[in-house]
């Protein structure tokens, strides 16, 4: 009898412990970094990897490549902190189909206006930015 009690509070402690184990994966924070060349300005902004749209120009207000009157100007961008299967895009909303892919593995870093032989600063405040959850 004793032996029973016994297995069976061992089987119920077991049970309880296995469904407390957190069942989803914690959402990654992705941190990207804006340069202005130009200027020699650099700033970061976090965000995670949740696919939401976060707009530039919230995301590095008040930084040292934010204007006194707001306007965000950047040459390039690199995701330094991110995890290997990490998605992100730069979308411009004035400018359809303007979109700057960054990832994980073989872009984290992008020259913004895709002229590789001269910094040209591009107006980031109608861009927004995202990041998918690597699956």
Known sequence: M????????????????????PTSI?????????????????ATASIPADGVPHFVSDLFRGSAISSSNGDIFGTSAQLTDFQDLTKCQLVNLNIVGLTIDLDGRAKNFVDLDGDVTKPIPMW???FTFHCEKPQ
């Open 2 to 21: 004793q032996f029973t009690r016994t297995l069976i509070s061992t089987i119920l402690t077991l049970a309880t412990s296995t469904m407390a184990i």
């Open 124 to 126: 980031l405040n109608g």
């Open 26 to 42: 914690p959402t990654p924070t992705i941190t990207l970094k804006i340069f202005n060349d130009m200027t020699g300005a650099s």
